[in-house]
C-alpha cells in the first residue's frame, strides 16, 4: 500500500524527506491502515469512518486530504453521504481554538465561538452525534469532557467506537499537519 502520508503531501516514492524516520513512517501507516481501512468484529463500520474523516478534513480544508479522504468514501457503503458531508462540512467551517478553561489564570484566554448542531435528518442520529464530536474536538478542544461521551452513548455508540473515533480525529488532524509540513519542506528543497 503506498504510503498515505507521502501521498497527502505530494511526494514522489523515493523521496528522502521521511526516510531518517522509517521506523515512524511504518507506524503511522499502520495507524492509518487501523483506523481508516481495517475490517474488524466489533469496530465501527469502514463507511462511518470514512464520512467522519471525510468532514474533518473538510473541516481542516486540506485539498489532498479531501481529495482522497472523498475517493475512498465514494468506493464505501457511505457513498450515498457525499452531499450531506459536504453540506456539514459547509455548516462547520470556522476559525479555532475555542473554548472555556478552568476558573483561573487561563480563564483570561477563554474564546467563546460556533458551537456545530449536525443535520439529524440527512446523516442519522448516530453520525451526527459524531460530526458534532469531531467539530468539538477540532475546533473546542478544551471544552470536550463528560457531556460529549454522554451525547454520543445516546446516539447509540460503543465505549470502543468513542475511543476509535476520537483517535482517528486525533489521527487525522496529526496526518493533515504532517502533508502540510512536508509539502512546504519539498517546496523548500
Do not use: N
Not at 474533518?56 to 485539498?63: P, R
Not at 439529524?120 to 478544551?142: K, N, Q, S, T
Amino acid at each position: 500500500m503506498t504510503d498515505v502520508i507521502d501521498t497527502l503531501a505530494g511526494l514522489p516514492p523515493e523521496s528522502e524527506l521521511r526516510a531518517a524516520r522509517p521506523t515512524a513512517r511504518e507506524y503511522a501507516q499502520k495507524s492509518y491502515e487501523a483506523l481508516f481501512v481495517s475490517v474488524r468484529e466489533g469496530l465501527m463500520p469502514v463507511g462511518e469512518r470514512l464520512a467522519v474523516t471525510c468532514f474533518v478534513a473538510g473541516l481542516h480544508g486540506d485539498a489532498p486530504a479531501m481529495e482522497h479522504y472523498a475517493r475512498l468514501l465514494a468506493e464505501s457503503d457511505a457513498a450515498g453521504l457525499s452531499d450531506a458531508i459536504a453540506a456539514a462540512v459547509a455548516a462547520g467551517r470556522t476559525e479555532g481554538p475555542y473554548g472555556a478553561f478552568p476558573a483561573g489564570p487561563l480563564s483570561a484566554e477563554d474564546t467563546p465561538g460556533m458551537v456545530f448542531k449536525a443535520d439529524a435528518d440527512a446523516l442519522g442520529a448516530r453520525l451526527a452525534a459524531a460530526f458534532e464530536h469531531a467539530h468539538m474536538l477540532v475546533f473546542h478542544p478544551r471544552d470536550a469532557g463528560r457531556d460529549a461521551i454522554v451525547a454520543l452513548t445516546g446516539a447509540g455508540w460503543s465505549a470502543t467506537d468513542i475511543v476509535t473515533l476520537s483517535q482517528m480525529i486525533s489521527f487525522l488532524s496529526f496526518q493533515i499537519r504532517a502533508g502540510a509540513g512536508l509539502r512546504v519542506l519539498a517546496a523548500a528543497s
